[in-house]
T-cell receptor, first 113, second 110 residues
Framework: GAVVSQHPSRVICKSGTSVKIECRSL??????MFWYRQFPKKSLMLMAT?????????EQGVEKDKFLINHASLTLSTLTVTSAHPEDSSFYIC?????????FGQGTRLTVV | QKEVEQDPGPLSVPEGAIVSLNCTYS??????FMWYRQYSRKGPELLMY????GNKEDGRFTAQVDKSSKYISLFIRDSQPSDSATYLC??????????FGAGTRLTVKP
């Protein structure tokens, strides 16, 4: 079946550097893409939503200049964590929704040291 | 009050037990209700999907939605060690933006 491929699955970076996370749907077109963040033992928190042809809409409290989302096409979305700090360490996961299907990516464990 | 409340557990049961997982919510406008299973360090996978109130059964899994009480449940019959995971409830107004519970960590012991 259709899947969403998310890379990297795990990344460790130094404080102050930027990290790009990519999600790609392999055989369906996503009209809406979501990015979530998950803290240990906490629920998934929606960061932003992007619809086809529109810029991402960020949830309250999420810095759009820090978490850059690029909805490049109907099959590709990237999240760039700019100038990462240890408090950005978390599990980031994308969620793609098409007309009849919806899938999560596998998630990215980001550790900022 | 959080929009979605879910007891994070942990919950430990013996193999073969019936597991009951629950969530309550505050927004009566939620129409779509989902249960996801998340294994350690993996993305969530959809288990059950329900629109509005009622029951839905799929194999050993049964999802119940009681909109009058703002309460949803997931039952797992004949639980197996492979069911050990975190179970997240989720709900949305328009089948688009989802709000998640914190997830309940379940361990099924052989």
């Amino acid at each position: 079946g259709a899947v969403v491929s998310q890379h990297p699955s795990r990344v460790i970076c130094k404080s102050g550097t930027s990290v790009k996370i990519e999600c790609r749907s392999l055989d369906f077109q996503a009209t809406t893409m979501f990015w979530y963040r998950q803290f240990p033992k906490k629920s998934l928190m929606l960061m932003a939503t992007s619809n086809e042809g529109s810029k991402a809409t960020y949830e309250q409290g999420v810095e759009k200049d820090k978490f850059l989302i690029n909805h490049a096409s109907l099959t590709l979305s990237t999240l760039t964590v700019t100038s990462a700090h240890p408090e950005d360490s978390s599990f980031y996961i994308c969620f793609f929704r098409g007309n009849t299907e919806a899938f999560f990516g596998q998630g990215t464990r980001l550790t900022v040291v | 009050q959080k929009e979605v409340e879910q007891d994070p557990g942990p919950l430990s049961v013996p193999e073969g037990a019936i597991v009951s997982l629950n969530c309550t919510y505050s927004n009566s406008a939620f129409q779509y209700f989902m249960w996801y299973r998340q294994y350690s360090r993996k993305g969530p996978e959809l288990l059950m999907y329900t629109y509005s109130s009622g029951n839905k059964e799929d194999g050993r899994f049964t999802a119940q939605v009681d909109k009058s009480s703002k309460y949803i449940s997931l039952f797992i019959r004949d639980s197996q060690p492979s069911d050990s995971a975190t179970y997240l409830c989720a709900m949305s107004l328009n089948n688009n933006d989802m709000r998640f519970g914190a997830g309940t960590r379940l361990t099924v012991k052989p």
